[in-house]
Every structure is written in C-alpha cells, then in structure tokens.
C-alpha cells in the first residue's frame, strides 16, 4: 500500500514535471532548438521514396499524427514509461472533435484542447474534400504519441508503424500528411 | 514521428509531414516535409484560425506534388517564432 501511494506520488511529479518543460519548451522555441541539437536521434543517410504524379484532386488521403489523439473512449496512451507508448489508435475520420480527447505530457496541449484541428486537422481535411481539392478523406485516420525513446524505438519502427503502413495500403490511400506536435 | 513517415513511405504511400524542427528532420531525413517556424503543439497553426490551418494543408499538398528530391526540408517563414500575429501572406486570415 505505502509502495504504491509512493509509486503514485513519483508518477505525478514525473507527470508534473514532464508537463512544465512541456510548456517551457512552446513558449521558448529557441529551447527546442538547444534541446534537439543536444538530443541523440537515429540518424539516416538516405530515405524511402514514392515517386508522387497523381491529380490530388481524385486522392484519398489520410492523416497520422503524433500529438496523442486519441477517442476520449479509447484507451489512454501510457504516460508512466519513460520510453514512451509506442502503441496507435485508429480514429474513425467522422469522429466529432468533442469526442476525442488528447493523452501527452512532453507539449503543451492547451491550444490543441480547444481546437483539435492544430494537430489533428479531421475537419479541415473533410473541408478540402468537399471543396473537391482532394479526392476523399479515408474512412479512418491514425494517431500515436511522440517521443518514443529508448528499446520502444524499434518496437516502432518494427511492429507498430509497420501495420499502419500496411493498413494504409490496404486503404488504398494515396497522401498521408503527418502531423507532429 | 519521421520514423512513421519512413514506414508508410517505404509501402508505397506518398508522405509530406510538418517539422517543428529542422535539427531533428536533418537527422531522421523524412521523404518530405515542410518546416513552417510554427511552435511546439501548433503545427497547423492555432485555434479557430480556419483559413490558416486549411492554407497550411494545402501548402503541403502543392509541395507533395512539387518536392522530387528525397529527403529535402523545405524551409518556410510562416510566423515568426510563437508570434502568431506576424504571418506570411498566403496564411492571412480571409
């Protein structure tokens, strides 16, 4: 019982703590650029290719995001690991915005709260569709949480995004815009 | 976010992304994206700003179809910093 109320209290200043650089880093960008300079990333030297010709205007597309998005139904992304969630959730594109609800702690979502369209534009892509500036939306779009770290980095690149890949493909979509946060 | 580009790059899906920072896009070199000086958490832009956020989309839209070099970062001023109040022109609220 101590060990777990202990347990609780470290969870909620790791949560407290992770939320205020959250902040610091949106007010400050020049932090954020101090922060991935210093930071250790996979690097590459080269990068897939999809040679793109289509008329956009007869596209499907779809959107990924990283900002934590997620149905306020669906399970919450893990924000106990320090290697992050490497996990998705599929978001059904004619979801309402007041039905989703976001689960990250390393940015401030605040803004995003209130208008979910700055990480996740659900509504603005369906806008484009019936202004016919693109084909269709996809019946179903794709959300993680960003900042995976550490053994999670490969339970990524190996497992997770994979099958969003591959169910993309099985989509037939044709643009994916992915959006960070 | 860029290693998920990668992944659905690599099945042979077009991609385009946002990048809040162009350190961290040098390194994991996405196939395409734009860098926009949009800050943290507001990578289309900020609440109710309708115009803005759908001038963004389909500003990675015209660069999806312009970009052919792999692993470019196109580098655009469309704030300065987290100052929304000073944009480029094609964001100006309609």
Redesign the interface.
């Known amino acids: 019982m101590e060990r777990k109320k202990q347990m609780g209290i470290e969870f909620n200043f790791k949560g407290n703590k992770d939320r205020l650089i959250a902040k610091l880093l949106t007010k400050y960008p020049s932090l954020v650029r101090k922060w991935a300079h210093r930071s250790k990333f996979i690097e590459f030297s080269d990068t897939p290719w999809t040679q793109f010709e289509k008329d956009i205007s007869t596209c499907r597309l779809a959107l990924v995001t990283t900002a934590g998005v997620h149905l306020a139904s669906q399970k919450p992304f893990d924000m106990k690991n320090p290697a992050g969630d490497p996990t998705f959730r599929e978001i059904p594109a004619d979801t309402k915005p007041a039905d989703l609800t976001i689960t990250h702690n390393y940015y401030d979502h605040a803004d995003a709260d209130q208008d979910v369209n700055i990480v996740f534009p659900i509504e603005r892509v369906q806008e484009l569709a019936q202004s016919k500036e693109i084909g269709q939306v996809n019946y179903r779009h794709f959300s993680f949480m960003g900042h995976i770290m550490q053994h999670h980095i490969q339970t990524l690149m190996k497992e997770t995004a994979p099958r969003v890949a591959a169910a993309l493909t099985s989509d037939n979509v044709d643009i994916v815009i992915l959006t960070p946060a | 976010?860029g290693?998920?580009?990668?992944?659905?790059?690599?099945?042979?899906?077009?991609?385009?992304?946002?990048?809040?920072?162009k350190?961290?896009s040098q390194?994991?070199?996405?196939?395409r994206t734009v860098y926009t000086g949009l800050?943290?958490?507001?990578?289309?832009?900020?609440?109710?700003?309708?115009f803005r956020?759908?001038q963004i989309?389909?500003i990675?839209?015209r660069y999806?179809?312009e970009m052919?070099s792999?692993?470019t970062i196109t580098d655009l001023d469309l704030t300065k910093?987290?100052d929304r109040s000073v944009t480029c022109d094609v964001c100006m609220v309609d």
Do not use: W, Y
């Not at chain 2, 390194?27 to 196939?31: A, D």
């Open positions: 976010m290693l998920i580009q990668r992944a659905i790059e690599a099945s042979g899906i077009a991609t385009i992304s946002i990048s809040l920072s350190n961290i390194k994991v070199l996405p196939p800050p943290l958490g507001h990578p289309i832009a900020f609440p109710g700003e309708i956020q759908k989309l389909r990675l839209l999806l179809k052919n792999p692993g910093g987290s």
